[in-house]
């Protein structure tokens, strides 16, 4: 059975750091691509931070990029969201995801496995 366990979510004021973990498991991790997508109430799902399983390449939402880093560790199964400088914007249930193929930042609907989603509220 596939996996996906995020943790790391909470309330942190406004230009304080978190960082989200995601434990994998049932699939070979190491041929997955990840990501991090978000969704706020009555709002699309959007994505975040996205990394490939070829080449570890990273890539990120304009709106992120320069304050959240994606990074993987295949000893422990688990891809990382280390997110800095929080703004109130920031604030959403981030869901971790991964995919056989590719993962696509603009396009959450082509993911294949998804996990519950942990909640991030930053405060101003």
């Known amino acids: 059975e596939v996996q996906l366990r995020e943790s790391g979510g909470g309330l942190v004021q406004a230009g304080g750091s978190l960082r989200l973990s995601c434990a994998a498991s049932?699939?070979?991790?190491?041929?997955?691509?990840l990501g991090w997508f978000r969704q706020t109430p009555g709002k699309e799902r959007e994505g975040v931070a996205c990394t490939s399983s070829s080449d570890g390449s990273t890539y990120y939402a304009d709106s992120v990029k320069g304050r959240f880093t994606i990074s993987r560790d295949a000893g422990w199964n688990t891809v990382y969201l280390e997110m800095n400088n929080l703004g109130p914007e920031d604030t959403a249930v981030y869901y971790c995801t991964a995919d056989s193929v590719f993962c696509d930042i603009t396009s959450p609907s082509g993911m294949d496995y998804w996990g519950k989603g942990t909640l991030v509220t930053v405060s101003s």
């Open positions: 049932g699939f070979i991790f190491g041929g997955y691509a």
